[in-house]
């Protein structure tokens, strides 16, 4: 596993999710597409090695010469393989000509694999992967600069993607134990033999720590880079869109994992007719919201990193660092926040800790939930106590519900937090 600068070799960016059917693909070609066209010399891998289709996006048949043919050594190098779309500056290497007994790759080939990506001619490498949370698929996320998340707003999807989250950095963890000399440690820590509560990330670090105190400081100055773009894909409407924010409060608050929240695509009739005719959305309806809305995401995430507070903010090994104290930390406002700003954090972070909120689905976490309720009205009511009375009579009792300030806009995909 790689670890190394991307300034010399190309940006990779993969495209996940664990579940099938979330449309991987289509933001794949999306990104790919926008950044192109952005003057970026970009490669798309189509990296479903059972079940490409990468190519189809663009209206190209199955190319000649596929992923497949380089990792069976049936061509020396990986530029080889990658064919033009048709769109200048963007090349794909398809799996297309892959069996299903690719799926399972030899260790060594996966090395040369990984290894090759970040030797590719390329500015930015754009890898779509295959569903699921198999090794290839977690090891293609793990060299990834930037690892992307498509969701669904629907319950299957979401319990998927905090799995897969989940899952990957467990195995960016063992990856780090055998990079930095400390796998033993690491090992009996993920197999249970030194774990005393086996769940969280911070919960691993706290006993990687009382296990092996080198260890867990080496692992932690590694892990500022691990930091999930989420996109939320089909929103059919405000609350679709809102999903992301509250997955990302979900993740820093109750898994004590960072996640990024890089924008939401509409749902969309006009794209399932793109498809259908092999042509890009972004290539037919160039100004289209929906078209709009991949770009915005696409930059989002591409200028976003992993802060340099990251290691102390999620990863100082203690739950103290992942639940807030501080009554504005814990609203998600700054100092002097106007009170109309204020309110709307509070109902936002209402209707995320309500009950039955879609964002906590598969989640052990009843009585945190309940106490994070708790902690917010009283941050609200700490807060509104310093704020003009004229602003506290515009807000009296619990405020307006958010559906009743939210159901007389009509709505698009908002920018990410």
């Known amino acids: 596993m790689h670890f190394d600068d991307a300034s010399t070799r190309p940006q990779v960016w993969a495209i996940g999710g664990g579940k099938g059917g979330t449309g991987k693909s289509l933001v794949a070609a999306s990104f790919g597409i926008h950044l192109s066209q952005m003057g970026r010399r970009v490669v798309l891998i189509d990296g479903d ?108 999807s979401i319990e998927n993607a905090y799995r897969f989250m989940l899952a990957a950095l467990r195995r960016r963890l063992r990856c780090l134990g055998r990079a930095l000399g400390f796998q033993s440690a690491i090992e009996a820590v993920l197999d249970g033999s030194a774990r005393s509560r086996p769940d969280r990330p911070h919960e691993i670090l706290e006993d990687l720590a009382r296990f092996d105190v080198l260890a867990a400081d080496a692992v932690r100055s590694h892990l500022g880079g691990y930091l999930p773009h989420l996109v939320i894909n089909q929103a059919r409407g405000h609350d679709d869109a809102q999903l992301g924010d509250s997955m990302r409060l979900v993740c820093d608050r109750f898994l004590g994992l960072p996640i990024h929240y890089a924008g939401a695509i509409p749902y969309d009739p006009v794209l399932v007719r793109t498809i259908k005719s092999r042509s890009p959305a972004l290539m037919q309806y160039p100004r289209s919201g929906t078209s709009e809305s991949f770009r915005a995401a696409a930059e989002e995430i591409g200028l976003t990193r992993g802060g340099p507070d990251t290691p102390e903010r999620w990863w100082g090994g203690s739950v103290e660092t992942v639940l807030p104290r501080d009554p504005h930390r814990i609203l998600d406002v700054p100092r002097g926040a106007p009170h109309r700003e204020i309110l709307s954090s509070y109902l936002r972070l209402r209707s995320t800790l309500r009950t039955g909120s879609m964002a906590f689905v598969s989640l052990d976490c009843e009585a945190e939930r309940r106490a994070a309720i708790a902690e917010v009205e009283h941050a609200f009511r700490s807060i509104s106590r310093n704020t003009s009375a004229g602003a506290l009579r515009s807000a009296p009792g619990d405020g307006p519900s958010p559906r009743r300030e939210t159901a007389t806009r009509s709505w698009s995909p908002p920018r990410p937090r």
Do not use: C, W
């Not at 754009?126 to 293609?140: E, F, H, M, P």
């Open 49 to 156: 090695l059972g079940a490409a289709n990468l190519h189809t996006f663009f209206g190209i048949d199955p190319p000649g010469i596929s992923l497949g043919d380089f990792i069976e050594r049936r061509v020396a190098t990986l530029d080889e393989a990658a064919v033009p779309t048709g769109i200048p500056r963007l090349r794909l290497i398809s799996g297309a000509r892959n069996g299903l007994e690719a799926e399972s790759l030899k260790y060594f080939q996966k090395t040369r694999l990984l290894r090759v990506i970040l030797d590719l001619a390329a500015d930015v490498v754009i890898v779509d992967l295959g569903a699921g949370t198999s090794l290839n698929v977690l090891d293609l996320f793990g060299i990834a600069d930037r690892g992307v998340v498509v969701v669904l707003p629907e319950p299957t």
